[in-house]
T-cell receptor, first 113, second 113 residues
Framework: DQQVKQNSPSLSVQEGRISILNCDYTNSMFDYFLWYKKYPAEGPTFLISISSIKDKNEDGRFTVFLNKSAKHLSLHIVPSQPGDSAVYFCAADHTGTASKLTFGTGTRLQVTL | DSGVTQTPKHLITATGQRVTLRCSPRSGDLSVYWYQQSLDQGLQFLIQYYNGEERAKGNILERFSAQQFPDLHSELNLSSLELGDSALYFC????????????FGSGTQLSVL
């Protein structure tokens, strides 16, 4: 039962353009969402998060949008840079449960010159 | 550098064998999590320890066990290994109990031949 889904395994974007990574979830109890970035041979690193009381959170070039009614969130990277090439994982949390994050399968982003 | 140390980085073993993966959390972090990433899979939560006690359990097989020691380092024991256990095993640590921001180690790549 995949409660967090990233349906695009890969995405290629030109440098300077916008990258949009999508994530869908099925569990309506999730109330906090995170994005992690992973480079090869490294562990995932936290990128940005959003609480379900918000619909947008911005941090520099990274913005996460949350659409609770559609159970959908997206990560926008503007402008995309070659160093952004990595695997991006969406994760979800449910306050009040034993703390554990549920991760999606990841989207590999390649930013080309 | 996340501050989370995992050893060994690579492990090659045979079916039926037993291995131990080790994790040292960030200084001061009381929670340790273990995740498994198989090919084309997301990060699957295995188990969480908080200050030496098991806090949450995910999809961890009975052949797998873990513990957290008084110095807060953790070990994941995998026994009666099967080919399907080949995966990347991540350890993560955190200091907060609400809306966890996890800090991941670089993982142990286990290959069962």
């Amino acid at each position: 039962d995949q409660q967090v889904k990233q349906n695009s395994p890969s995405l290629s974007v030109q440098e300077g353009r916008i990258s949009i990574l999508n994530c869908d979830y099925t569990n309506s109890m999730f109330d906090y969402f995170l994005w992690y970035k992973k480079y090869p041979a490294e562990g995932p690193t936290f990128l940005i998060s959003i609480s379900s009381i918000k619909d947008k959170n911005e941090d520099g070039r990274f913005t996460v949008f949350l659409n609770k009614s559609a159970k959908h969130l997206s990560l926008h990277i503007v402008p995309s840079q070659p160093g952004d090439s990595a695997v991006y994982f969406c994760a979800a949390d449910h306050t009040g449960t034993a703390s554990k994050l549920t991760f999606g399968t990841g989207t590999r982003l390649q930013v080309t010159l | 550098d996340s501050g989370v140390t995992q050893t060994p980085k690579h492990l090659i073993t045979a079916t039926g064998q037993r291995v131990t993966l080790r994790c040292s959390p960030r200084s001061g972090d009381l929670s340790v999590y273990w995740y498994q990433q198989s090919l084309d899979q997301g990060l699957q939560f295995l188990i969480q320890y908080y200050n030496g006690e098991e806090r949450a359990k995910g999809n961890i097989l009975e052949r797998f066990s873990a513990q957290q020691f008084p110095d807060l380092h953790s070990e994941l024991n995998l026994s009666s290994l099967e080919l399907g256990d080949s995966a990347l095993y991540f350890c993560a640590s955190s200091s907060t109990q609400v809306h966890e921001k996890l800090f991941f180690g670089s993982g142990t790549q286990l290959s069962v031949l």
